[in-house]
């Protein structure tokens, strides 16, 4: 079964562990000096926020997989979407390892599909050489536009 995954940049955070632990009735799964993940169950999500963004809002959605088979009917969806697809193959990134790629949809909006194989300590581990991190893909490299979800506080809506 797949679930979805929503990525947003935060200014505080400490205030948004609050704010999105009683929104979602519920206390992060991972919590980091900066970065917070809940893998909610009802509706399936994956939610995390992160201070390492260039600004606070919505910097990418995505789809997480339980299986390889599944990510791999992902990447045959992308590609037959036309879209252009970056395979970072096994990485690590937000305190995980991974499997995964990227798309960008026709509104510039960046879309990662992955299959999770386990937490790291660190945010994201260095390739073990020089040579090779120069050639190591970036964690979240530049994929698209942020979703760019304006938020006002106190506003309304519909």
Known sequence: MKRF???????????????YSKLFAAPPTRVESDYAKWMLEDPRVNF????RGSK??????????????????????????????LDQGATTCCYARSDKHWI???QGIAWEHFHTL???PVFSEAAPTVAASAQAPA??????KP???PVQSGSSCC
Not at 5 to 19: G, K, P, Y
Not at 48 to 51: F, G, H, N, Q
Not at 61 to 79: H, M, Y
């Open 56 to 85: 606070p809002g919505i910097d990418h959605l995505g789809l997480q997989t339980d299986t390889e088979e599944e990510l791999a009917e992902l990447k045959a969806r992308a590609e037959a979407a036309d879209m252009s697809l």
């Open 147 to 149: 979703v760019g979800i």
């Open 48 to 51: 995390a926020i992160s201070t």
């Open 104 to 106: 960008t949809d026709p």
């Open 5 to 19: 995954h929503v990525h947003t940049h935060v200014n505080d955070l400490q205030a948004s562990i609050a704010f």
């Open 118 to 120: 386990g937490d790291i």
């Open 139 to 144: 964690c979240c490299p530049p994929r698209g």
